[in-house]
């Protein structure tokens, strides 16, 4: 595996086990870049902030308002799209993948070739 939970915590801090997290994108990661030819240093980046992506949406998102009486929470929770898109941690990770493969699914992009 290439993502640390220390490496996770500094950028989504968080009370939440990370490995469980790590694990499972350390295997979307590799089955769907490790063939592609992409550098380790690259893939270490992803798999980090897919962690970070997994974890977002696990949870209900960070407390920003907190109020006493008649108890009232408000969550940060801003979603931009869907799928990976829908976390600020998944647009990382769309931006860092040069194959575009984890935003498109697994399927290859489409390709036309004119003779």
């Known amino acids: 595996m290439r993502a640390f939970p220390t490496d ?3 950028i989504r801090p968080s009370s939440v086990d990370t490995v469980p997290f790590i694990q499972t994108a350390h295997a979307l990661v590799d089955q769907v870049l490790l063939s592609q030819g992409i550098g380790e240093a690259t893939l270490t980046m992803i798999e980090v902030w897919m962690v ?3 974890m977002e949406l696990s949870t209900s998102g960070a407390v920003v308002a907190k109020q006493v009486g ?3 929470i408000t969550y940060d929770r801003k979603a931009t799209g869907t799928g990976l ?3 600020r941690y998944g647009q990382v990770v769309a ?3 040069p194959t575009g ?5 697994t399927d290859p992009p489409a390709r036309m070739w004119v003779v």
Not at 101 to 105: K, N, V
């Open 95 to 97: 931006a860092l993948d």
């Open 8 to 10: 996770v915590l500094a």
């Open 85 to 87: 898109l829908g976390t």
């Open 70 to 72: 008649d108890v009232r």
């Open 101 to 105: 493969l984890l935003l498109a699914g």
């Open 52 to 54: 970070c992506h997994l």
